[in-house]
């Protein structure tokens, strides 16, 4: 099995543009997700999936998401939900809760160092 390094929210955050396009004033940003176009089994694992099965599933679910218009619409969604389960956003169950561990901690840091007094 393949090890790698505890993801990085910076590859998977990329700015969000300033701009709203179109599809926000035509409807709800799932209406257009390239993955309503494909098998939801594939984003979500079935019970006692294999490690092997499970790993090639999530590189499928994450190619479709790589092609998707709403990539971080759904990734917003999934981490302010937050969802537990499936790929959303092109990233994993895991992956989301190391996201928001690290926003959490971020936070904190950023908010403790005003409050100090001396």
């Known amino acids: 099995m393949l090890q790698s390094s505890p993801p990085q929210e910076s590859q998977w955050s990329p700015a969000v543009p300033a701009q709203r396009s179109s599809r926000d004033l035509a409807g709800p940003w799932h209406s257009e997700a390239a993955c309503r176009r494909d098998e939801a089994?594939?984003?979500?694992?079935?019970?006692?999936?294999?490690?092997?099965?499970?790993?090639?599933?999530?590189?499928?679910?994450?190619?479709?998401?790589?092609?998707?218009?709403?990539?971080?619409?759904?990734?917003?969604?999934?981490?302010?939900?937050?969802?537990p389960y499936g790929v959303w956003g092109g990233l994993t169950a895991a992956e989301r809760r190391v996201v928001l561990s690290r926003r959490r901690r971020r936070e904190a840091t950023s908010g403790s160092g005003s409050t100090r007094v001396a």
């Open 41 to 83: 089994g594939l984003f979500f694992a079935p019970s006692q999936e294999p490690t092997a099965a499970r790993l090639s599933r999530e590189q499928a679910a994450k190619a479709v998401c790589a092609r998707c218009p709403v990539l971080l619409e759904c990734r917003e969604h999934a981490l302010l939900q937050p969802e």
